[in-house]
């Protein structure tokens, strides 16, 4: 578990499974007395295990405590995890690879994370693509 910011200041915790990050759960309560103490953000739990062939992390991002139940894709918080995976060398000094999130709420996404890292400067680059699901419009 470390804080990492690229922007936005994020507890990165890594799972040991992919059983063990499809269980967890944000409790809102518990997670805001948590924050409320910290400059983070919220969590971004991730694990190696994934569910596609092609993806090489499998992460999840809950922020109940500031109104987001669970996030399908957070970008704000690749951006960090790949900081982070490069600190500690889990794909080596530079990847390009794909974190697959959103799964577990039945809208799977994907983020393109490619990280450098020489002579301490980090090169951090996050992508993606989206779909359309729905719009709609209010009167005050």
Do not use: W
């Not at 759960?25 to 997670?31: D, I, T």
């Amino acid at each position: 578990m470390e804080e990492v910011s690229t922007g936005n200041k994020i507890l990165i915790l890594p799972m040991k499974s992919l059983s063990s990050i499809q269980k967890a759960y944000g409790n809102a309560e518990k997670l805001g007395r948590f924050f409320e103490e910290t400059n983070c953000l919220a969590p971004y739990l991730f694990t190696t295990e994934t569910v596609e062939k092609e993806s090489r992390i499998h992460s999840r991002f809950f922020a109940p405590h500031a109104g987001i139940l669970e996030d399908p894709a957070t970008g704000s918080a690749a951006g960090p995890l790949t900081a982070y995976l490069l600190k500690h060398n889990v794909f080596g000094r530079e990847f390009e690879l794909i974190n697959e999130q959103g799964y577990e709420m039945m809208r799977p996404s994907k983020i393109f994370m490619k990280g450098t890292l020489a002579n301490n400067d980090y090169g951090i680059y996050i992508g993606g693509c989206c779909a359309y699901v729905g719009k709609g419009e209010f009167e005050i």
